[in-house]
């Protein structure tokens, strides 16, 4: 149980946790993240592909060595960048955010240990980096229209939006829950917490449960 307490990222009353989710918890996990990055590359590769056809000067696809090179290396940039936003949305909520690489997982993070977010902001925080950098990836084609590099900044949205996988299946969990929850980040994945004695989400707490083990 949380307390009330005046500390930045604690509840500010009596809370109870009522779910620890772990990304690594089952390896199951990890494969289901890494196959949703698929079709969400397969979606927005359509998008970003129609996007530069009708506003990126359309110009004929097509890479040069020294422009693939630039493209490999992005995709760490990318992955690194995509965290980095992660952070400073942390940040701003008044967390310290810690970065690293989860060697299981194979991938980047940033994360803020112990700190509980409303909902709703922790929404924005695990949302943010899609957003941002798709709609600075829209703006760069657009202002870049007609040369090669709009294809560069389409294909570095498409690793940045299939990077978010893990973050939409985190962001499906937690609307589960109502504004008034908040959301302790950890290491490992996330606790959520709701006001001790909500009975709605006590009733719906072993559903969720079954749903986000699988």
């Not at 989860?102 to 977010?117: D, E, I, R, S, T």
């Not at 922790?122 to 990836?137: F, K, N, Q, T």
């Not at 937690?174 to 980040?185: E, G, W």
């Amino acid at each position: 149980m949380f307390t009330s307490n005046s500390l930045a990222g604690q509840p500010p009353s009596p809370y109870q946790q009522v779910l620890y989710w772990k990304i690594g918890e089952k390896s199951s996990r990890l494969v289901v993240v890494n196959l949703l990055s698929i079709p969400v590359a397969v979606v927005f590769g359509i998008g970003f592909f129609i996007f530069v056809r009708t506003l990126g000067g359309a110009p004929k696809f097509g890479l040069s060595n020294t422009e693939i090179l630039i493209f490999l290396i992005g995709i760490i940039i990318v992955l690194a960048l995509h965290e980095f936003v992660h952070g400073v949305l942390m940040q701003s909520f008044g967390a310290k955010p810690r970065y690293g690489f989860f060697v299981k997982g194979l991938m980047f993070y940033a994360k803020a240990p112990g700190y509980a977010f409303k909902r709703n902001r922790y929404i924005i925080i695990v949302l943010g980096p899609l957003v941002s950098l798709s709609i600075l990836a829209c703006l760069g084609i657009v202002l870049l229209s007609g040369t090669p590099l709009v294809w560069l900044l389409a294909l570095g949205a498409i690793v940045n939006a299939s990077a978010a996988s893990a973050d939409l299946w985190i962001t499906a969990i937690v609307l589960r829950y109502p504004a008034s929850a908040y959301v302790v980040d950890e290491r490992d994945g996330m606790r959520i917490l709701v006001p001790q004695g909500d009975t709605k989400v006590a009733e719906k707490k072993t559903e969720t449960d079954t749903a986000c083990k699988d």
